[in-house]
């Protein structure tokens, strides 16, 4: 019996077992561990809309053993993997026995480093479905508190996201759509002027990764949407009231919503495999960890050794868990192992109502309500099954005849 394991439940992870479970039908001696601390699959993309109450987060959610229907063929081990004996090929995990692999394949994405905000219980990491909805929740809270003082209301009402990478970016722009179009219509002369959306960051660009013309184009969208952009400037400090930034000005503000600074997890980083200057996990065209013996990384996690950088995406993440999952059956027979081969299809961001931004290849830009438009449809289409995507479907449809959550909720 030949053992692979597989750790993360995430996009990437998801994938590869996916692929297992077509393709050990025809091999019967082959079994698969699957380490995810979860019951479900996250579906990531859709996680602003979830904190922006666009979406329930049942619809962006699946149960992992809904992919598999062969109990002797597979494990889904609830857990968290914290060690790695690449050498001995062991897995530690928090509460069972290590798990024995002959392939691995990693998968665990790169969890927010909220550094010494990890504590803050006011402090929202935006990664998980249970931060998104409660993102969702504290925004309602917010505009359901009393008046009272106006310094405690404003503070109340003012909304600080750290890290304006596509994550930071589309939560400011959906939080604050959706205040603007939920909420605010409703609400007194105060809140409307109280009410602040500011994205931060250390560095001296949104989407500092892409090009220049894209990223001058999403700070533009932004500010017009009337979402204070403050750059070169990092957050050093929160104390629940207000956010410090690296120059010292302070913002008085409640909510501290944190999507910056990912690395591999520190476990995986003490592994002694080897790691980009920016602590993810290098790896071949082949997605294999180098010098190891039928190790991969995927997703997030993974980071090319030589060559221009995979862009982090979901459709990358996808590919790469279904390629390894490939790679790990024909690693066991000896065969040559396929690459993974990365086909530029752009970048994409949504900016809010309507509002979307999509680089294509040659920098060509596709900009407002076609670019949301194709946007929405190329995430509806990438959830994991099509349970997934009527959900999410019905979900829009049930917004658009009966009007966003917040409003139900605050009408109600
Ligand atoms: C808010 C947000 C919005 C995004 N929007 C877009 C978008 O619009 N378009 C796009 O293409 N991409 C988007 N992305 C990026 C995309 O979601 C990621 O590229 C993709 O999810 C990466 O997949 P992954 O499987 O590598 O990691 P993840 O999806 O992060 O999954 C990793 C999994 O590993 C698990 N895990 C972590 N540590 C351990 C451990 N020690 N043991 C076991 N399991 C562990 C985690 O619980 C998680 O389930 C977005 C990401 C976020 C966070």
Known sequence: MKRICVVGGGLAGVEALRHFQDALVRRPNVHVTFISPHEHFVYKPMLPDVAAGNLSARSAMLRLGALVDDDAKFTILKDRAEGLDASKGQVFV?????????????????????????????????????????????????????????????RQLTFVVAGAGPAGVELAAELNASVRRALLPRASEAIRKRFRVILV??????????SHETSSHARACLEMADIEVRLNDGVAGFDGQDVILDSGARIASKHLLWAAGRQAPQWLQQSGLPLSDDGRLLVNDTLEVPDTEGVFAVGDLATRQTGPAW????????????????????????ASLQPFEHTPLGHMV??????????????????GTAAWALVNLIHMSQ??????????????????????????????
Do not use: Y
Not at 350 to 367: K, S, V
């Open 201 to 210: 960051d250390r560095r001296d660009a949104v989407l500092p990764s892409w």
């Open 350 to 367: 949504r900016l809010g109502h309507q509002q979307a931004l999509i680089e294509l290849p040659q920098q060509r830009l596709l900009t």
């Open 311 to 334: 862009p982090r995406l979901a459709s990358t993440a996808a590919r790469q868990g279904d390629i390894a999952a490939d790679n790990a059956l024909l690693d066991m027979v000896g």
């Open 383 to 412: 959830a994991p099954t099509l349970t997934k995507k009527l959900a999410i479907c019905a979900d829009w449809l049930e917004n658009a005849i009966q009007g966003q959550e917040w409003t139900r909720a605050w009408i109600e």
């Open 94 to 154: 928090q509460n069972h026995d290590p798990v024995d692999f002959d392939e691995l394949i990693l998968a665990t994405g790169t969890p927010l480093d909220m550094g010494p905000f990890a504590q803050n219980d006011t402090t929202d990491g935006f990664l998980a479905w249970t931060q998104a909805e409660h993102i969702s929740r504290r925004v309602l809270e917010a505009f359901s508190a009393p008046g009272g003082d106006p310094e405690a209301h404003k």
